[in-house]
């Protein structure tokens, strides 16, 4: 069931949350609105360390000296964690690992630090979500 309450806002905080919900393609404010609270609940269900999923994606120099052991050990450590990898090679040097991992957010945050200090990895991303059981 859907309840309904105002908000005030400062004439040009609207201006540009609307600016906003144009650029982000939404129909109407009430589903940016639940979008942006939903977000917060998200960044706060990983500050208290809880069971959460994360998306971690990488793009590495496969000849760099056992770079691509060293990735794999590293997830062997997860593997309880790990739902999915996907291994891409992008071009000749680089490839893109894409790995879906859920469990403590503390652990999902280690297992993206330690692939991100790997020597000959170019870029390392975490994109951080949600189980989807607490939000509504």
Do not use: P
């Not at 600016?19 to 917060?40: F, G, M, P």
């Not at 403590?104 to 330690?114: F, I, P, Q, W």
């Amino acid at each position: 069931m859907l309840k309904r309450f105002t908000i005030s806002l400062d004439e040009k905080l609207l201006d540009d949350f609307d600016t906003y919900i144009s650029q982000q393609k939404y129909v109407n404010r009430s589903e940016a609105i639940r979008d942006l609270i939903r977000s917060s609940f998200v960044v706060k269900e990983w500050q208290a360390d809880k069971d959460v999923v994360g998306v971690v994606t990488m793009v590495y120099d496969h000849h760099q000296h056992k770079l691509q052991e060293k990735v794999t050990e590293i997830q062997h450590d997860y593997h309880h964690q790990i739902v999915s990898t996907t291994h891409v090679h992008m071009d000749h040097h680089n490839c893109l690992e894409v790995i879906i991992i859920k469990g403590k957010a503390g652990s999902v945050n280690e297992l993206a630090d330690r692939l991100r200090s790997l020597r000959g990895v170019r870029n390392c991303n975490l994109a951080m979500s949600t189980t989807g059981k607490d939000l509504h």
